[in-house]
């Protein structure tokens, strides 16, 4: 699979940002997508996911510090997935990878990942 992430740029505090990420190659209804991002010196950190169609609900799940802002959609006839990230703030400020994982709960072992090359957010006050 190939990943590609677009979007990214600096914006300020309390204003919104969209990113996109197209996958392609041989990806079905079946594979979780979902975005992380990653801090300085720290590891990657879930964002938000929607889980495959073969899963129990295919819903989504969002971390407890994005919930309210960020908005994650997929649409599965292109295999595009965006975040629409609203009331920004500097401690959002890192790179965001999109992910598509064959486990359809995203729980997939690292060879069943495949992610992109990340784009920065960056958020200033």
């Known amino acids: 699979l190939q990943v590609a992430e677009s979007g990214g740029g600096s914006v300020q505090t309390g204003w919104s940002l969209s990113l996109s990420c197209v996958v392609s190659g041989k990806i079905d209804r079946s594979y979780c997508l979902g975005w992380f991002r990653q801090f300085p010196r720290k590891d990657r950190e879930e964002v938000a996911l929607?889980?495959?169609?073969?899963?129990?609900?295919?819903?989504?799940r969002y971390a407890d510090s994005v919930a309210g802002r960020f908005t994650i959609a997929r649409d599965s006839a292109k295999h595009t997935l965006t975040l629409r990230m609203n009331n920004l703030q500097p401690e959002d400020t890192a790179i965001y990878y999109c992910?598509?994982?064959?486990?359809?709960?995203?729980?997939?072992?690292?060879?069943?990942?495949?992610w992109g090359q990340g784009t920065q957010v960056t958020v200033s006050s």
């Open positions: 929607v889980r495959g169609s073969g899963s129990s609900d295919g819903g989504t």
């Open positions: 992910l598509a994982d064959r486990h359809g709960l995203c729980q997939g072992r690292p060879w069943d990942r495949s």
